[in-house]
């Protein structure tokens, strides 16, 4: 036992206490003897009703009607107590100290006081007269004023009964709100029955190395919950582009958010996606998540749901478009086949470099000697792509594989079309998502500067997802906004920053991540 586990809080002793030897009692603070009290005594003693000024009472507005003269005025209430209220007098209404006048006290629509009430101080301010008023044979019921105050602000506030008042309502949403209620319940069956399962099996089974209860679970998820995942998540996104403002619209975010989030947020690819936690959407790790590691998590039901986000248009236009460089790579190495001179190439914003490990994999032998420079403005990033790709080199391809990582920022890979000139010309590069985030003029840039880095006849790949259905999933739930263009307008990009080379559009499997090429004669 340690030592703060040993220490007992022990109340002091006082007369009358339990005896010697029992549990102290638990007791709040003791009060004071009468005769310990400090203070006024006997006659000196004066009550005064506590006043509360308008500003206390808020949002309530209090108003005090009087008939002075057979004519009826509005004085707005300046504060009140159980006994009487000062008012801002009207402008010509003799005041009368000692007169008693008709009136009405109002707080809002409720009538606290209907009788008369007795003029007392008058005096004059900057904003005017201000009379106190007492109230004949009535004592006013302040906490119930209170009360009212305190239910006003709540109806006002989150209490508002208007889905209109509300920041999660969705005005003329029912369908998109329907079609996130059956995203939410088919995850919360999912959760339910996924850690029922969970605790009739074995810790071995599925949190040790990957086995047959695993690859048999994952089966059957993809057999009935994953397209079910993909299918609302792809309603849902259908339903939001009806909505005024669409993937922007607040209300729907909102709404979104706090049906779903916390089931997305179980699996920890999805979570890294939101968190961010190096400043920027899409790092190194969440990239593996999506190329290979998304049937990870601490609980049945997290592996359930970063494989249901695997399937997604999204997750697979990435893997597909890895396949797509993959392609070009192993063409180029073919058509240079037993050459001397070696393959030049340049990846931008490298990451994990996936295209290039699996491409080290599955080369029997290299048919040309190799050099590739990756650029990568994040250090760890480049840090994870060496401890994977250098091994696989060096036992595999020695002497004819030289990897080069560069990290720079991207502010000077905008703006600095000289920052390839120390490593010659390229025969392929390519970029597969750093246009996603560019505005028009700063893609044309970019295009233009990694074009005249190429060799004649050399490629330029520059990828750019389109709009998609999977686009509410990255939006909302992982704050993930990018720049969707179509064909054309990437056309557009190209043809400007390379007039008169040969441009075209490569697409690959999911249709949703196209490239288009730049071949400069």
Same mark, same amino acid.
């Given at each position: 036992m340690d030592r703060k586990s040993r220490v007992k809080l022990v109340a002091p002793s006082e007369p009358g206490s339990s005896p010697e030897g029992s549990p102290p009692l638990s007791m709040g603070p003791r009060p004071h003897r009468y005769e310990e009290l400090e203070g006024a005594e006997g006659r000196a /003693?004066?009550?005064? *009703?506590?006043?509360?000024?308008?500003?206390?009472?808020?949002?309530?507005?209090? +108003?005090? +009607?009087? +008939?002075?003269?057979?004519?009826?005025?509005?004085?707005?209430?300046?504060? /009140?107590?159980?006994?009487?209220?000062a008012v801002a007098w009207p402008v010509g209404v003799p005041a009368r100290p000692g007169r008693l006048v008709p009136a009405l006290l109002r707080f809002d629509a409720h009538l606290a006081f209907e009788g008369r009430v007795r003029v007392g101080s008058v005096r004059e301010s900057p904003e005017g007269t201000v009379v106190g008023l007492s109230f004949e044979n009535f004592l006013l019921d302040v906490d119930e004023i209170l009360s009212l105050r305190t239910l006003h602000a709540w109806t006002e506030g @989150?209490?508002?009964?208007?889905?209109?008042?509300? *920041?999660?309502?969705? @005005?003329?949403?029912?369908?998109?709100?329907?079609? /996130?209620?059956?995203?939410r319940m088919l995850l919360e069956d999912g959760r339910r029955q996924l850690d029922a399962l969970e605790r009739e099996l074995p810790w071995h089974a599925l949190h040790g190395s990957p086995g047959p209860v695993l690859a048999a679970l994952e089966r059957s998820l993809r057999a009935g919950f994953v397209p079910e995942f993909v299918r609302?998540?792809?309603?849902?996104?259908a339903e939001i582009r009806g909505l005024p403002g669409g993937h922007r619209n607040e209300q729907a975010r909102q709404w979104a958010i706090r049906h779903v989030q916390e089931f997305l947020m179980e699996s920890p690819g999805l979570r890294r996606a939101w968190e961010k936690p190096f400043g920027y959407p899409g790092d190194y790790e969440v990239m593996n998540a999506t190329y290979e590691r998304?049937?990870?998590?601490?609980?049945?039901? @997290?592996?359930?749901?970063?494989?249901?986000?695997?399937? +997604?248009?999204?997750?697979r236009a990435v893997r597909y478009r890895k396949d797509l460089v993959k392609r070009q790579l192993k063409a180029l190495l073919a058509r240079r086949a037993g050459?001397? @001179? *070696?393959?030049? /190439?340049?990846?931008?914003?490298?990451? *994990?470099?996936?295209?290039l490990h699996e491409l080290f994999q599955e080369l029997e032998e290299m048919p040309a000697p190799l050099e590739v420079v990756l650029f990568e403005q994040d250090k760890n990033a480049l840090a994870h792509a060496f401890r994977r790709l250098t091994p696989s080199v060096e036992a595999r391809f020695d002497g004819r594989v030289r990897l080069l990582f560069l990290h720079d920022s991207i502010k000077r890979l905008l703006r600095d079309g000289s920052l390839f000139d120390p490593f010659g010309k390229f025969d392929l590069i390519y970029s597969a998502g750093l246009l996603d985030y560019l505005q028009h003029r700063t893609g044309v840039a970019l295009t233009r500067h990694l074009a005249a880095n190429s060799a004649p006849g050399g490629q330029l790949l520059v990828a750019n997802m389109v709009d998609h259905a999977s686009r509410t999933l990255l939006q909302i739930h992982l704050d993930w906004a990018l720049i969707y263009r179509t064909r054309e307008e990437l056309l557009d990009i190209a043809r400007a920053a390379a007039p008169g080379a040969q441009v075209r559009i490569l697409e690959e499997e999911s249709g949703v991540n196209p490239f288009f090429e730049i071949v400069r004669g």
């Open positions: /003693v004066f009550f005064r *009703p506590h006043r509360h000024a308008a500003a206390d009472l808020a949002p309530l507005r209090g +108003t005090l +009607t009087v +008939t002075v003269d057979g004519a009826r005025r509005d004085c707005a209430v300046l504060d /009140v107590s159980q006994n009487g209220a @989150a209490g508002s009964s208007r889905v209109q008042d509300r *920041p999660w309502g969705v @005005a003329d949403g029912e369908r998109f709100q329907a079609r /996130v209620a059956e995203l609302l998540t792809e309603a849902v996104d998304f049937y990870e998590g601490s609980t049945l039901f @997290a592996r359930s749901v970063g494989l249901g986000f695997s399937e +997604t248009l999204c997750s050459s001397t @001179a *070696p393959v030049r /190439v340049l990846s931008i914003g490298a990451g *994990p470099a996936q295209e």
